[in-house]
């Protein structure tokens, strides 16, 4: 029996299409049940270009969160935009789907609130920044080299 050579990339492509759909909808589901459970998904900023790791936080981290949000003390000397910068390499984290219906982004001991009444900036001195790149690594979303990458990065961004 003869086969069309043809007929191989279209398959090849057809296989390719779906995976990458299949990945785009694991993703939403993910990012879904972390709403429902009011977990939160991180996703630390890191790469431009490529996607950037990703994690589930505990109940417990979830909670710590929460925590450190309500600690943090209003920052009067932000000027808006946002607390990430527009920097290569990392700069930065974001919460999504968190409990409360808070969006969080965290850099440089400020933390940006999105919640149901707006937008607000608090500072926490890096608390919450740090909190999560340790869950980040107890997760398994960066490695020990990320995370020394990272920690520099954030030390030259001090001084």
Do not use: W
Request: charged share 20%.
């Amino acid at each position: 029996m003869r086969t069309s050579t043809s007929s191989m990339p279209l398959a090849l492509t057809a296989l390719v299409v779906a995976l990458a759909l299949a990945a785009c909808a694991s993703g939403s589901a993910r990012a879904a049940d972390a709403a429902e459970s009011g977990a939160g998904q991180v996703t630390v900023l890191i790469y431009s270009g490529q996607p950037n790791p990703t994690f589930t936080l505990t109940a417990e981290q979830a909670e710590h969160v929460r925590q450190l949000v309500a600690a943090g003390q209003p920052d009067p000397s932000f000027r808006g935009g946002s607390v990430l910068p527009s920097i290569l390499g990392y700069n930065g984290l974001l919460v999504e789907g968190g409990a409360g219906g808070q969006d969080l982004a965290v850099y440089g001991g400020r933390i940006e609130v999105h919640d149901r009444e707006g937008k607000r900036v608090v500072s926490d001195g890096g608390a919450l920044e740090s909190f999560l790149l340790e869950a980040a690594g107890q997760n398994k979303a960066l490695d020990a080299e990320q995370l020394r990458f990272i920690q520099a990065s954030r030390d030259k961004q001090k001084s």
